[in-house]
């Protein structure tokens, strides 16, 4: 079962190949950012984490729009149960988006009623500096 969920970017950033190595500083600053916005998805805190979005993001689904997305595409997923990194990609160019610093972060991720789940999550370094997630996607 494939799951959709937020902006055409996400979707995209799977096709994305590595174009610089990028700063372990820099992984680990999305990292933290992706982390963090993800947390206000697993308490259903779903207005929040449109607000804490990156402006790529924002600027492609409303609000309304998102938080009926999410429920839908979360909700019959149940609880968290897990979440592992696989793997973090640095890159500055994404399909379809405009360039700049993004990662693509792979989490093998379990869920109370789907027992394997793969979540992309791509933050990107936002006009002000900082790093904000600009798409998600459950596969």
């Given at each position: 079962?494939?799951?959709?969920?937020?902006?055409?970017?996400?979707?995209?950033?799977?096709?994305?190949?590595?174009?610089?190595?990028?700063?372990?500083?820099?992984?680990?600053?999305?990292?933290?950012?992706?982390?963090?916005?993800?947390?206000?998805?697993?308490?259903?805190?779903?207005?929040?984490?449109?607000?804490?979005?990156?402006?790529?993001?924002?600027?492609?689904?409303?609000?309304?729009?998102w938080?009926?997305?999410?429920?839908?595409?979360?909700?019959?997923?149940?609880?968290?149960?897990?979440?592992?990194?696989?793997?973090?990609?640095?890159?500055?160019?994404?399909?379809?988006?405009?360039?700049?610093?993004?990662?693509?972060?792979?989490y093998a991720?379990?869920?109370?009623?789907?027992?394997?789940?793969?979540?992309?999550?791509?933050?990107?370094?936002?006009?002000?500096?900082?790093?904000?997630?600009?798409?998600?996607?459950?596969?």
């Amino acid at each position: 079962m494939k799951l959709g969920i937020a902006v055409t970017v996400v979707a995209l950033a799977l096709l994305a190949p590595a174009v610089h190595a990028g700063e372990p500083a820099t992984v680990a600053h999305a990292k933290a950012a992706a982390e963090a916005w993800l947390a206000l998805i697993d308490a259903g805190r779903y207005a929040e984490s449109w607000v804490a979005a990156a402006s790529l993001f924002t600027a492609a689904v409303t609000q309304p729009d998102w938080e009926r997305m999410v429920k839908a595409g979360r909700g019959p997923l149940g609880r968290l149960t897990s979440r592992t990194l696989q793997s973090a990609t640095f890159t500055r160019t994404l399909p379809g988006a405009p360039d700049g610093e993004y990662v693509v972060l792979r989490y093998a991720t379990l869920f109370e009623r789907k027992a394997s789940a793969v979540e992309i999550v791509t933050p990107m370094r936002d006009p002000d500096g900082a790093w904000r997630v600009a798409g998600y996607y459950i596969q």
